[in-house]
């Protein structure tokens, strides 16, 4: 992808902000940082550190806080854009195992805090990677929007498992959580627009948006939270529809209107849609009495089942998502359609294939961002709402 220039007044900009001793946090105005498409997900730039650093973050509504490889660092997986220095930042500071932050009871499955020892985090993956490293403050700077957090909580990565991409620099972690970017900003609320192709933005909020930040189209779905995952956003998924169709799958694998501690969440990091066993079994054999005289594709990527040569004649079946209404008014439930650009990915030319796979956790469904596709997604935080407005970003 092309990296923005940074105009000279710009620069300037920043000096200023950089020698001021204020934190600037949002009230009436809405920081925003522009969104860019980037390896199956969405990326933005990050001003951090004294003089500035500038880091390429994935976003990430699943990760409670975010973090960057940082050198020095022996065991660091390869990326192709330089790593954070430590030593170079005049303001960044570790965090000692007995300080407060390190020990937030919110954050006990991610931070390690061994007495008189530096505070370190160990973030787990559901695709079973690991990023692993010492917790420390530094400042973060949203240039777009005259914000500056001078002691943002970070980490700072020295080792790892698992897969991670190379062109990122840094994770954002918008998920549940005190130290997520949007707790950080005290925000009420937060937005991304996800296009396909040209950059967009994320937006956060003082309070809930205005009515006018939604349209006809929108749909609310209430959100929940679950002990078994606590930094996840779950929302009252009710079911999957295949050309107006509700698949045969009990609530409980969705996680509705029960006990149950699984469910199903919005994963911007993840380009495709992960379906428990039980639920992909019905939909697979739905599919495939849908797509029966497509050519099927034998040589596919890894996971993915339903692959095609791609055809001027190829009719897609109708997807449907079923969620609970937040609306006080209207039906009990809403339904957002699903385009074909939401249900298909191209990993190379000439060939389709339906952006759906089984999942390995049995409790836990993922929509991920090909789902969504010129949406616009708001968490409204303060009134435990997700908010799906059908635009073009």
């Avoid at 220039?5 to 920081?31: D, G, H, M």
């Avoid at 854009?81 to 937030?104: E, H, M």
């Avoid at 596919?300 to 190829?314: M, T, V």
Wanted: net charge negative.
């Amino acid at each position: 992808m092309r990296y923005p220039r940074i105009p000279l007044t710009l620069k300037l900009k920043l000096l200023v902000l950089l020698t001021s001793s204020s934190l600037f946090l949002p009230s009436l105005s809405s920081p925003t940082i522009p969104l860019y498409p980037n390896v199956n997900g969405y990326a933005v730039f990050l001003w951090v550190g004294t003089p500035t650093q500038i880091l390429l973050a994935r976003v990430d509504t699943a990760t409670p806080f975010s973090w960057a490889q940082c050198q020095p660092c022996s065991a660091c997986y390869p990326q192709t854009r330089p790593l954070f220095d430590c030593r170079a930042s005049a303001t960044l500071r570790y965090l000692a195992g007995d300080s407060p932050t390190c020990r937030i009871p919110d954050m006990r499955d991610v931070f390690l805090f061994p007495q008189g020892s530096s505070c370190r985090f160990d973030l787990k993956y559901a695709e079973k990677s690991r990023s692993l490293g010492r917790v420390v403050t530094d400042t973060l700077t949203l240039v777009h929007s005259d914000t500056i957090l001078e002691q943002f909580v970070m980490g700072c990565a020295d080792s790892h498992e698992g897969p991670f991409s190379a062109h990122f620099s840094a994770v954002l972690g918008l998920g549940r959580g005190p130290l997520s970017l949007q707790s950080q900003l005290r925000a009420e609320a937060f937005s991304l627009c996800l296009s396909s192709e040209k950059p967009s933005v994320m937006s956060f909020y003082g309070a809930s948006p205005p009515k006018e930040h939604y349209d006809g189209n929108s749909i609310a779905v209430p959100l929940s939270q679950k002990d078994r995952y606590p930094h996840y956003y779950f929302v009252q998924f009710v079911g999957v529809g295949v050309d107006g169709f509700m698949l045969h799958v009990p609530s409980r694998v969705w996680g509705y209107g029960l006990n149950y501690n699984g469910g199903v969440i919005v994963d911007t990091g993840s380009n495709l849609m992960r379906l428990p066993t039980e639920a992909y079994s019905v939909f697979r054999s739905e599919i495939r009495r849908k797509m029966g005289n497509f050519r099927h594709r034998l040589v596919r990527p890894e996971g993915l089942e339903f692959c095609y040569e791609e055809e001027p004649a190829n009719v897609y079946p109708e997807i449907e998502f079923y969620f609970e209404n937040g609306w006080i008014e209207g039906e009990n439930f809403v339904t957002l359609k699903l385009s074909d650009e939401q249900i298909v990915i191209r990993p190379e030319e000439g060939v389709v294939c339906l952006a759906f796979r089984e999942g390995e956790d049995p409790a836990l469904t993922v929509i991920g961002n090909t789902q969504l596709l010129g949406t616009l997604l708001t968490y409204d935080l303060a009134n435990d709402l997700a908010i799906f407005t059908p635009t073009k970003c």
